[in-house]
Nanobody
Framework: QVQLVESGGGLVQYGGSLRLSCVAS????????MAWYRQAPGKQRELVAT???????QYADSMEGRFIISREISKNAVYLQANNLTPEDTAVYYC????????????????WGQGTQVTVSS
């Protein structure tokens, strides 16, 4: 059994910053890529950024420059530094790991956290 748990969301003022964290737990052998998505009220879930274990990153066009994804491989963690936030960034932010391999070599696919709410006040 594997689990992703996000933290770090909250209420922030316009122009402020937040650092979101996500830690994967379980008997984990490897996680190739981890990502952050977000879903605003009434909108579809959208990709924010992804990062592979090798350090390759990809950002949604509208996010690059304000959002920075990073990972701590030894802790099975991924982080999202969100800067210069606006009310349009208000959403539930979700952590995702497409594939997690456990120590027993079992593959868990399409793993999601429960989400953490980010609210930006104007």
């Amino acid at each position: 059994q594997v689990q992703l748990v996000e933290s770090g969301g909250g209420l922030v003022q316009y122009g402020g910053s937040l650092r979101l964290s996500c830690v994967a737990s379980g008997s984990i052998y490897s996680i190739y890529s981890m990502a952050w998505y977000r879903q605003a009220p009434g909108k579809q879930r959208e990709l924010v950024a992804t990062m592979t274990s090798g350090g390759n990153t990809q950002y949604a066009d509208s996010m690059e420059g304000r959002f920075i994804i990073s990972r701590e491989i030894s802790k099975n963690a991924v982080y999202l530094q969100a800067n210069n936030l606006t009310p349009e960034d208000t959403a539930v932010y979700y952590c995702n790991a497409p594939i997690i391999v456990t120590n027993t070599m079992r593959t868990h696919r399409d793993n999601w956290g429960q989400g953490t709410q980010v609210t930006v006040s104007s």
